[in-house]
């Protein structure tokens, strides 16, 4: 996941402010079995990158096999990916200069580990 969080942001803009990440519930009971990774932040978008994205970063991760959704009204851009394995991605450019990323995934066993969370660096 911080992976992916890495790689798009340089394509949308900079200034990353709020970063958070932790665990999620998730899988079909919703009982604390399972738990992902979840992240988000805000940053500045650098409109010349986001007009780039549907043709570039957003086609590269489709050819990949990836759903790939825009889900943009009201003047706010949104996309959305997701991966056969659960790891999914979203983006938000809000009129006015801020943006948001969040994404989670995959579900895992509560057994695979804890999470040791990081701040964002760069």
């Not at 056969?84 to 989670?104: N, T």
């Amino acid at each position: 996941m911080r992976a992916e969080i890495r790689g798009i942001l340089p394509r949308l803009g900079t200034d990353v402010t709020d970063y958070q990440e932790g665990l999620g519930v998730c899988g079909a009971m919703h009982d604390g079995s399972h738990l992902q990774v979840m992240i988000s932040l805000r940053f500045t978008p650098d409109e010349a990158l986001v007009a780039r994205m549907p043709s570039g970063y957003l086609a590269e991760k489709k050819a990949q096999g990836w759903s790939v959704m825009d889900h943009s009204m009201d003047g706010t851009t949104r996309w959305s990916i997701a991966e056969r394995d659960g790891v999914s991605l979203r983006y938000s450019i809000f009129p006015g200069k801020a943006g948001s990323i969040s994404g989670s995934g995959p579900c895992l066993p509560k057994s695979a580990g804890e999470l040791t969370t990081q701040g964002w660096t760069g």
